[in-house]
């Protein structure tokens, strides 16, 4: 049974920081591209960042670049995401996203394979 659990959401204060973990299960972790996205209330997922699956490739949208970091740690099948310098516009549920295609989690997120249940993550201003 494949599981993506995420973990590390919460409120902080505007300029602060998080780090998501995700820790994944039930398929080859170390052969699959991960990605994260994000859905604020009224608005479409959209994406966030994405990872190779030897981690050394990363991508992020403009909205975040320079200020989060995608890594991961295949010897624990876990993918992070490190936020820092966190705006009120960055609050959102947040989701971490598997499949064995980097240009799908880059591209066509409808077609992704595994999908966690989320994260809340709150800034306040």
């Known amino acids: 049974q494949v599981q993506l659990v995420e973990s590390g959401g919460g409120l902080v204060q505007a300029g602060g920081s998080l780090r998501l973990s995700c820790a994944a299960s039930?398929?080859?972790?170390?052969?699959?591209?991960m990605g994260w996205f994000r859905q604020a209330p009224g608005k479409e997922r959209e994406f966030v960042a994405a990872?190779?699956?030897?981690?050394?490739?990363?991508y992020y949208a403009d909205s975040v670049r320079g200020r989060f970091t995608i890594s991961r740690y295949n010897a624990r099948n876990t993918v992070y995401l490190q936020m820092n310098s966190l705006k009120p516009e960055d609050t959102a549920v947040y989701y971490c996203?598997?499949?064995?295609?980097?240009?799908?989690?880059?591209?066509?997120?409808?077609?992704?394979?595994?999908w966690g249940q989320g994260t809340q993550v709150t800034v306040s201003s």
């Open positions: 990872i190779s699956w030897s981690g050394d490739n990363t």
């Open positions: 039930g398929f080859t972790f170390r052969m699959y591209a």
């Open positions: 996203a598997a499949d064995d295609s980097l240009m799908v989690v880059r591209t066509a997120p409808t077609q992704i394979d595994y």
